[in-house]
Each structure stands twice: as structure tokens, then as C-alpha cells.
């Protein structure tokens, strides 16, 4: 018999010198307590093979027992093997059946995870056992009580008489949280990190709000099969919505959601979402199916899916052969207006699907592909669709070769042979509905520069053959063309140090002189599948060519002048202010233009002025104004601000008019209301500004002319620790008459689900910077809460 005050005593014989299998494998063949690879973070966890090696650490106040029989610690007593502490008032442990049983003040963390209670056996091989009258915490800052706690393995448990929740908890004070899971039965799996609840009932502030003899929530945030919070709102469109969500998690790289959503006024939505990511694919499906809408009386459906795959790495001694798809459909063209929510990719009015080929090769690229469009019409504001396409293109790029003895050009070439194609009721503004086009452009250029000026010359020639069919049969109508441009981009950059408001700045003065010069050539009898006008602005404005697109080359002959000056902090590299305007002039007519346009024949353009200030980081405003000086009136303008002071913080305004066509206030926010009655609530990274706090977050979409809101969606947050209730009214334009109106309620409950409908993605789809309350920054790592 041995005595020991003070004494610490690890349970295994070293045996000299030897170290012990576990350092062993740690030192040598990688089987022990190693580096995650490619980070300097430890394993949290060991292979059975070493667990089983390792030493008991045993120490106390006083301590008593046999070499290989029970060992009892008295007084401060604690034991310790790996992923396992023990502390209390007493323990024995049997170091033949590694049997351990603690009385008085029993604290156990493991992994993490703490429990405490009067008294607990465990075997420290099996760790099978019970805690008695047990608290617990969880890494996932979930915590919970009950009347008694069986260990069936290293991983299961089984609480009895339960209670569940993330609330805080108050030590020396009755556990009373502000929800909680309360269930006879609670089976906790931490290899899968789920929390199963047999006959459970969620509460809320002590009132049921949700039972079932089948409660399922997480204890982490990893992937677990099972059924989804609930959503539910209130429409004017649809009525009352109810959706149930079920996820499979049915591999760690695919996984499937089936989303069955009752619409009061409609029938029943069956959607259903499928992912799937291996190493040289991954992709994702998505449908949707409504039999007998009871508002259209008819079926509705949609589908839409993305794929991208690898084929061939390395293929042929170039780069990997890839293919893409993409494929969207819906079963009619009042689903964009009805269903705006339930396929992202499907809400808008143009719908593509396309497959595609790529490859590349020493500068080369290669490409083929089809495209095909599904437009939704709407009577009040029909568009013209797009042409569908199929063909196939190859480009070029060299940088830095030399030419005529002079290096540092750089030589692009795109090439492609292209088909086009529509339903001939879809044509506007042409007599042919498909055809063929062969186009090649290339274009070489130098750049010269110093740190004080620079000049670019640029060549480029675009050559197309189109080959139209007749619209009543007979012949193909072909035609080509063959048009060069020359232009040279030029620039100069004065600096000067400078002060403003007691700061001092680098100040800059940036002239620059943009020439470009196309010969006219004749294309009102080739076809126009793609060609478009740009928005007015600066690239537009120094660009060779007035359209977008291929089938138009604009003949323009034009000087276009800027000046732009700037502030720069020279101690951060920040750019504090910029200036800038910019006026093209045409040397000559412009006859080239989209098919029912007029030549331009004014010499001189309007002008556009840009200004942004960000004085301060924690604010900024933008403008943009495009001035005709001869009409003296602004064609187009746009003032915009943003005051972002700090995380969870953001107001925006902007003010946008374009002369005849709109009119519009548009405002963001997102605030919390106890900073308009006082100081600045303190900020902690990674965490909200604190239980309690209401937050007022919103955008307003505002018709001047009209005098009416256009969109709307504006609501509350309150954050009050372990759970956040948000309430958001949403009003959204789905035509020029109509509008759909929502009332979003929703329940977060922290580590447990949202119940209620999904305000918080209209939030982030709709607020600028919306910053979501509960953004994780550092997951939580057992050795948080090591001792």
C-alpha cells in the first residue's frame, strides 16, 4: 500500500528510456498525434489503435491503493488519459478493469464537452456508464440537465428525463432559457453530432410551439439526414405557405433535399434539389412540380440543371478537355411571375440552356458549344428573345513577342463559325430568322510607358461571312466584310504633394487622349444577332467600337479627352477622391448604326462627369452624370452614398434619373436601433453587438414620378443571444399593375433551426451589405475549453 500527498502518478511503466507507442507514432510512422496536413492545427482526435496505449494520469491530495487493484484519490482528486479530464472530490479507479467512479463534485471534460453532476461511473475502455443528476455543455455552445445520463459507447449516450438548449446559463441560479427541447428520452450521437428527441416538445419562452415523437437537431454544424425546420409566411399572391423540408445526407460528397410547400391558393409545390461533387465533376439539379394549380388551372413545373466535368486531363499534350452544361426550363411563362422564389436560376424572363466543350494549348483555346433560349412573355412588356446558337471557336493569345525588332506586342486572335436561330414570330426589326456566320478578329498592340506617361497603339481587323436563309425559300442571302481599325490610347500622370484639412495627400493630374479611326463599310444587309448599345460610360467612351456584340463595327472616327485628378493617402495607398470627364467627339458621321436607328450625325457627344469621395472609411459617395451641353439638360444621373461605421452597420442612399424613361429613391439600411439613443454598443468579432438588441433593416425602391413604392422589403431583428425573431414585410413589382405582398416571420433558434418563413435570404438577396447577426468566424475546437 502506497501514500502519497500532492502526488501526481501516471498508470503505465515506461520502461527506461523507451517512449511509449503513442509518441512513438507520433515521432515516426504518422499513426499518433500529428499536423492536420497543409495546416499547424493539432488532431483533435487519435486513431483506437493508440487511444488504447494510452497512459492515466492520476493526482490528488491524497492518494492510496494497489500497483494493479483500485487506486482511490482523495481531495482535489483528478485523472486524465488524452481526450478525458476527471475531476472531483473522489475517485476510484481500477487499473486492471480500467473501471473509474467519481463522487462529489464530479467534473468530466471530454473532447470538449463538459458534465458535471454528484456522481458518475465510467470504464475508461468501453466508456460505458452513467452520470448521475447531470449538467452538461456541448462544444456548440449547446448545454442541458436531466435526472440521469447513460454512456453507451465512446460516442452515444442517452439523457433521461431531459432538457436541451443553447441559452446561457447562469451559475448559482435556476436554469430557466428562453427556449429549450424537453423530452423523457434524448439520444445524443456525437460521431454524427445529432440530438434525437423521442416524444420532444420545443418550447418558447414556456410555451409549446412544437412536438413530435420524432425531434431531430444538431449538436455541430455538420451535415446529418433528417427533416428541416418548417417555413411558413403569408402572401397576397399565394396565401398562407408551409414548407417541410427533408435533407439526405447521403455521402460526404452528394447530397439531396426534397421541399414539399403548401400554397393555400394554389395546391401543393413538390421541389426537390440534388448536389454532387467527385474530383473531376460536380454539379447540381434542381425541379419543381404543381399538379393543378388551382389559380391557372393547370400543371406547373420547372428544372434546371448545372454541370461541369473534366473528360480528359492532359488532353493531347494540352490542357484538360472540359465540359460544361447548363440546362433551365419552366412549363410556362407566367412562372417567373408566380413562383419567383422557388428556382433562383428560373427567375428571370430569358432562361438559357447550353452544353459546351473547352480546351486549350500552348495559347491556343478551343471551344464548341450550343445555346438555347426559352423567353417568358408578358403581354404589357414584350421582349424580343435572343437567338439560340450553336458552332464552335478557337482563339489566340501571345504576349511579349516581337515584332519588326521591336519587343513587348502582344497579339490576340478570336475566331468562330457560328449557326442562329429563332421561331420566325420572335423576329424584330429583321426579315430572316437564321443563318450562319463566320467571323475572325485580330488585333496587335504595344503599350509604352513610364512612370509619368504612356501610349498604346492598337491594330485590329474584323472579318465576318454571313450566309442568311430566305424567309420563303429559294436561295441563302450571303454577304461579308472585311474592316480594319487603327487607335491609339495615350496618357500623362503629374504628381504633387499637397495638404487638405490638415492631412497631407499625393495629388494627381491624369489627361488622357484616346484616337480611334474606322473606315465606313456598308452592313445594312447583313443580319444583327447579337450587336447591342453600350450604358454611357467610360469604357464606352474610349472604346474602338460604339456597339457590343460582332455583327456591327461602327465606323468611328473620334477624338475622346479625359481628365481625371486623384487624392492619395501616401501612408495607406488609399485613394481618398477622384475626379474625372470625358467628352467624345466624332471627326466624322457616324453611318453605321442598329438596324431603325438613325446616322449620328451631332459632333459632339454629351459628356460624363464622375466623382468619388471616401474621405473617411466609414463612408463614400459616388456620381455619375452624363451632361448634353447643347440641350443644357442631363440625359442621365446618379448620386449614391453609403456610411458604413462598423459591423452590422450600413446605410445607403442613392438618387437615379434618366431623363423621359425613370426616376427613382432607392434605400437601404441595416441598424441597430439602440445606437439612435445612445453610445455605440460595443463590437466582438465573429459575434452580433449583443443580447438584446433591435436591429431595423430594410430597402425601398421609390418611384418619383409615379409617386408609389416600387419594392419594398423592411423589418425588424431582435438578437437576444441564443435565438433571433426577425418580422420583414416584402412588397416586390411583378409588372407594371401588379405586385406581390409578403409578411415574413421568422424564429432562429441558435444550434437548433429556423422556424417561420425565410426572411433572412430575402435580407441578403435584397439589402445591400446585409451582414448576417450570427456569422462564424473560428469553429469551435475542443482545446477552448481544455483543463
Not at 439526414?225 to 445526407?249: H, I, K, M, R, W
Not at 448536389?275 to 473531376?280: A, E, F, M, S
Request: aromatic share 10%; proline share 6%; hydrophobic share 35%.
Amino acid at each position: 500500500m502506497a501514500r502519497a500527498v500532492q502526488a501526481t502518478i501516471a498508470m503505465v511503466a515506461l520502461g527506461g528510456a523507451v517512449a511509449p507507442a503513442w509518441a512513438q507514432g507520433a515521432a515516426g510512422d504518422g499513426t499518433g498525434l500529428q499536423l492536420k496536413p497543409g495546416t499547424t492545427m493539432l488532431q483533435q482526435q487519435l486513431p483506437a489503435n493508440v487511444r488504447k496505449q494510452l497512459p492515466v494520469f492520476v493526482s490528488g491530495d491524497d492518494m492510496e491503493g494497489e500497483l494493479d487493484g483500485t487506486t482511490v484519490i482523495k481531495g482535489s482528486a483528478e485523472l486524465r488519459q488524452h481526450e478525458t479530464v476527471l475531476r472531483s472530490d473522489r475517485i476510484e479507479y481500477n487499473r486492471a478493469t480500467s473501471d473509474t467512479k467519481a463522487i462529489g463534485h464530479v467534473l468530466v471534460n471530454k473532447l470538449g464537452d463538459r458534465y458535471s453532476g454528484p456522481e458518475m461511473q465510467i470504464n475508461l475502455d468501453t466508456h460505458k456508464g452513467y452520470f448521475a443528476q447531470p449538467q452538461f455543455q456541448f462544444l456548440n455552445d449547446g448545454k442541458g440537465d436531466a435526472s440521469r445520463l447513460e454512456f453507451l459507447d465512446r460516442t452515444h449516450s442517452v439523457v433521461q428525463d431531459g432538457r436541451y438548449s443553447t441559452c446561457p446559463r447562469d451559475p448559482g441560479k435556476e436554469w430557466l432559457p428562453d427556449w429549450l427541447v424537453r423530452a423523457s428520452r434524448i439520444e445524443l450521437d456525437r460521431q454524427e453530432d445529432v440530438g434525437t428527441a423521442h416524444w420532444g416538445v420545443l418550447e418558447f419562452k414556456g410555451v409549446p410551439i412544437l412536438s413530435a415523437p420524432y425531434l431531430s437537431f444538431p449538436l455541430s454544424d455538420k451535415r446529418k439526414t433528417g427533416a428541416l425546420t418548417p417555413t411558413f409566411g403569408l402572401s397576397s399572391q399565394d396565401g398562407f405557405e408551409l414548407s417541410v423540408p427533408y435533407y439526405f445526407n447521403l455521402a460526404p460528397n452528394y447530397d439531396a433535399t426534397i421541399t414539399p410547400t403548401l400554397l393555400t391558393k394554389r395546391g401543393v409545390d413538390f421541389g426537390g434539389e440534388f448536389r454532387y461533387l467527385q474530383p473531376n465533376y460536380s454539379g447540381e439539379v434542381k425541379v419543381g412540380f404543381m399538379p393543378s394549380d388551382k389559380l391557372r388551372d393547370r400543371n406547373r413545373w420547372a428544372y434546371a440543371l448545372g454541370h461541369n466535368q473534366t473528360l480528359v486531363h492532359g488532353f493531347a499534350g494540352g490542357g484538360d478537355l472540359g465540359l460544361s452544361l447548363g440546362l433551365n426550363r419552366v412549363g410556362d411563362s407566367n412562372y417567373w411571375r408566380d413562383f419567383p422564389r422557388s428556382i433562383t436560376s428560373l427567375t428571370s424572363r430569358l432562361l438559357a440552356s447550353g452544353a459546351g466543350l473547352s480546351w486549350s494549348h500552348s495559347g491556343w483555346n478551343f471551344s464548341a458549344g450550343a445555346n438555347r433560349w426559352q423567353t417568358l412573355q408578358d403581354p404589357d412588356s414584350v421582349i424580343t428573345p435572343p437567338y439560340d446558337q450553336a458552332g464552335f471557336g478557337a482563339s489566340y493569345v501571345r504576349e511579349n513577342m516581337t515584332w519588326l525588332g521591336v519587343p513587348g506586342w502582344d497579339l490576340g486572335i478570336e475566331s468562330s463559325v457560328t449557326r442562329f436561330q429563332r421561331p420566325a414570330l420572335a423576329v424584330a426589326n429583321l426579315g430572316k430568322s437564321t443563318g450562319d456566320r463566320a467571323l475572325l478578329v485580330a488585333d496587335l498592340t504595344r503599350r509604352w510607358q513610364t512612370p509619368g506617361w504612356y501610349v498604346q497603339p492598337r491594330a485590329r481587323v474584323n472579318l465576318a461571312q454571313y450566309r442568311t436563309d430566305a424567309t420563303t425559300g429559294g436561295s441563302k442571302v450571303t454577304a461579308s466584310r472585311a474592316i480594319p481599325t487603327l487607335s491609339v490610347d495615350s496618357g500623362l500622370v503629374f504628381e504633387r504633394d499637397t495638404s487638405l484639412f490638415g492631412r497631407d495627400y499625393v495629388q494627381t493630374l491624369e489627361p488622357r487622349a484616346f484616337v480611334t479611326w474606322t473606315p465606313y463599310r456598308d452592313q445594312s444587309n447583313m443580319p444583327n444577332y447579337d450587336a447591342g448599345a453600350p450604358d454611357f460610360s467610360l469604357s464606352s467612351l474610349f472604346s474602338e467600337n460604339a456597339f457590343t456584340g460582332y455583327d456591327r463595327v461602327s465606323d468611328t472616327r473620334a477624338l475622346t479627352l479625359g481628365l481625371s485628378s486623384r487624392l492619395i493617402s501616401p501612408a495607406t495607398g488609399a485613394e481618398v477622391v477622384r475626379l474625372g470627364v470625358a467628352q467624345r467627339a466624332l471627326l466624322a458621321d457616324q453611318r453605321v448604326t442598329l438596324p431603325g436607328d438613325a446616322p449620328v450625325t451631332e459632333r459632339v457627344g454629351d459628356t460624363l462627369f464622375s466623382a468619388r469621395v471616401q474621405w473617411d472609411p466609414l463612408w463614400s459617395i459616388d456620381s455619375n452624370v452624363q451632361y448634353n451641353f447643347k440641350k443644357k439638360e442631363s440625359a442621365r444621373k446618379t448620386i449614391g452614398g453609403r456610411y458604413t461605421p462598423g459591423p452590422y452597420r450600413v446605410l445607403s442612399a442613392a438618387y437615379r434619373i434618366q431623363r423621359g424613361v425613370s426616376e427613382q429613391l432607392d434605400l437601404g439600411w441595416q441598424w441597430p436601433l439602440a445606437a439612435l439613443f445612445g453610445p455605440a454598443p460595443a463590437y466582438q468579432r465573429g459575434q452580433a453587438l449583443g443580447p438584446g438588441r433591435w436591429y431595423s433593416v430594410g430597402r425601398l425602391n421609390y418611384s418619383l414620378p409615379d409617386r408609389k413604392v416600387i419594392d419594398l422589403i423592411a423589418g425588424f431583428e431582435y438578437d437576444a443571444g441564443c435565438w433571433i425573431a426577425r418580422v420583414v414585410a416584402e412588397r416586390l413589382q411583378v409588372n407594371t399593375s401588379n405586385a406581390n405582398q409578403r409578411i415574413l416571420f421568422q424564429l432562429e433558434l441558435n444550434g437548433f433551426g429556423r422556424l417561420g418563413a425565410s426572411s433572412l435570404r430575402s435580407l441578403q438577396s435584397n439589402v445591400p451589405r446585409y451582414q448576417y447577426l450570427r456569422e462564424e468566424v473560428v469553429k469551435p475546437n475542443r482545446f477552448q475549453q481544455y483543463d
